[in-house]
């Protein structure tokens, strides 16, 4: 009998990839997970994966595995052993629907990054186990049961406080399209890890650091943009500036140039700039050739 399976992603991280593809035939299901191959992937990182194999006929009786790796420069591949092989290739079991011409069965997975290493030198903090020197409050972050700074918290943001207080964010309290990763990291930074951002996520940390009134954090995202994202050119940075109507970043830019050389190698390409952006790079290539 041939068996297929569907596999349903309940939270989105961007990094890394499931396999979903025919595998030889064996008397065992496994789930693998393997880091994407990019130029700057991640050299170090935590991960623990939730798995669900659908029962159609009672929640009750599907089955569940979970797995927890670490991600190095050397090993980049997770496999989970799924049980109860012979129970899902039974017809009888309700994993899959014996009438239909395709028989498949429902795996639903969860993937949650726990205390990583981001880029093999940054140490980011464990929210999930208690530290009493860091932590003082548990709470319910997305589903996911979190220990967080409420000092912290209260002296960056009364907003986010309030909601800390309640114990439980839902997805419904954050901007659309924020999903449990980015929220992870941004409460790094709310913690003090110094995150290097790129150009994928940093409009989602300007969303929420709008949405959650953290004026810091906003202040952390420009100041990364003016230092240069990975990913992102000098005009891309000049239009999310226009975009979020941050009038001091292309002074700012320009400030850090302390020679001719140090201007060009900024690479603003004058062709796709406003006017005015244009006027301030004319000034400062004046200012530096006195």
Not at 113 to 120: A, C, E, G, I, T
Not at 238 to 253: G, M, Q, T
């Amino acid at each position: 009998m041939s068996l297929k399976f569907h596999w349903k992603r309940v939270q989105i991280i961007t990094k890394f990839t499931v396999d979903t593809t025919n595998s030889e035939e064996t008397n065992s299901v496994k789930f693998s997970v393997s880091q994407k191959k990019e130029p700057k992937a991640y050299g170090s990182i935590e991960l623990e994966v939730g798995l669900v194999v659908e029962n159609l006929e009672s929640s009750e009786h599907s089955i569940r595995a979970n797995g927890r790796y670490e991600f190095t420069k050397d090993t980049n591949k997770m496999i989970i052993d799924i049980p109860g092989y012979d129970r899902i290739h039974d017809g009888k079991q309700g994993f899959f629907d014996e009438k239909a011409e395709e028989k498949t069965c429902k795996i639903r997975y969860n993937i949650v990054v726990k205390s990583p290493r981001l880029y093999d030198s940054v140490e980011l903090f464990d929210f999930y186990h208690f530290d009493s020197t860091i932590f003082d409050v548990e709470v319910n972050v997305l589903g996911h049961q979190m220990f967080l700074s409420k000092k912290l918290i209260s002296l960056q943001s009364p907003h986010l406080y309030h909601m800390i207080e309640s114990q439980n964010i839902n997805y419904s309290d954050l901007p659309t399209g924020c999903f449990f990763y980015i929220f992870h990291d941004f409460l790094q930074i709310i913690h003090g890890v110094d995150l290097q951002l790129d150009n994928e996520h940093i409009s989602k940390f300007l969303d929420l650091a709008d949405h959650l009134e953290v004026p810091r954090v906003t202040e952390y995202c420009k100041r990364q943009m003016i230092n240069g994202l990975d990913g992102m050119t000098t005009n891309q940075m000049v239009e999310l500036a226009e975009k979020w109507s941050f009038w001091d970043i292309v002074p700012r830019k320009l400030a850090q140039a302390h020679c001719l050389a140090d201007l060009k190698a900024q690479d603003w390409d004058l062709d796709e700039l406003e006017r005015d952006v244009i006027d301030q790079i004319t000034r400062r290539l004046f200012e530096l050739n006195c």
